[in-house]
């Protein structure tokens, strides 16, 4: 949903399931099949005509979004995945949990507003746990972000989106992570999106 008229999110609370008032999402606005194009945030012409927005990119460029969120709204995407704020084993849980409040509160603006959501489980290890705080049962929208060397990750996090659909084969989107990642997504039958930048460039990721 496109709203050129919005220029400033309202201040509110939404409902929460936990202790730490981490919002829930709406089951009801969840992701389904991958809407194209699929463009980062920050991406300028790319970002405003993409179908489906994510965060997998530096934190320092979507920053303004917390701040902001309703900017997002002027584009022509039916559906984001969830800010991906970097959490890290050394990050502390206090500082941890601040970020996971803070990308599932814009997510469910994000909702309220009428975008379809993507619920973002690239987190560390020590954050997986607190990362489903906030997604409710029988979700079945998840994106990652896919590593080369790093498909143990990869599998948990499957595992974790399992768990919480209560599907065999969920619905979740791999972005990226090189041909060790694309083979695994294809046997498990899950869609992967090539990150071409980064691939082009050799890193991991």
Request: proline fraction near 4%.
């Amino acid at each position: 949903m496109n709203a050129t008229e919005l220029n400033v999110a309202e201040d509110c609370l939404y409902p929460s399931d936990n202790k730490y008032d981490i919002p829930c999402l709406r089951i009801d606005r969840q992701g389904g099949h991958l809407l194209l194009p699929f463009a980062p945030y920050g991406a300028g012409r790319k970002t405003k005509t993409a179908q489906t927005i994510h965060f997998y990119v530096d934190d320092y460029r979507f920053a303004s979004v917390w701040k902001n969120p309703a900017k997002v709204l002027n584009t022509c995407a039916r559906a984001v995945v969830e800010p991906n704020f970097s959490l890290f084993d050394t990050t502390p849980l206090a500082q941890g949990l601040d970020l996971i409040y803070k990308k599932r509160w814009i997510a469910r603006y994000f909702q309220e507003c009428g975008l379809n959501v993507y619920a973002d489980l690239n987190v560390s290890s020590k954050f997986y746990e607190v990362n489903r705080l906030g997604i409710p049962v029988g979700y079945n929208a998840f994106a990652t972000r896919g590593t080369r060397g790093h498909l143990a990750e990869l599998e948990t996090e499957l595992m974790i989106a399992r768990e919480i659909s209560g599907q065999a084969i969920p619905n979740l989107i791999v972005y990226g992570g090189g041909q060790e990642i694309h083979d695994f997504c294809n046997q498990n039958s899950l869609v992967y999106i090539h990150d071409f930048m980064t691939e082009k460039g050799g890193a991991n990721g």
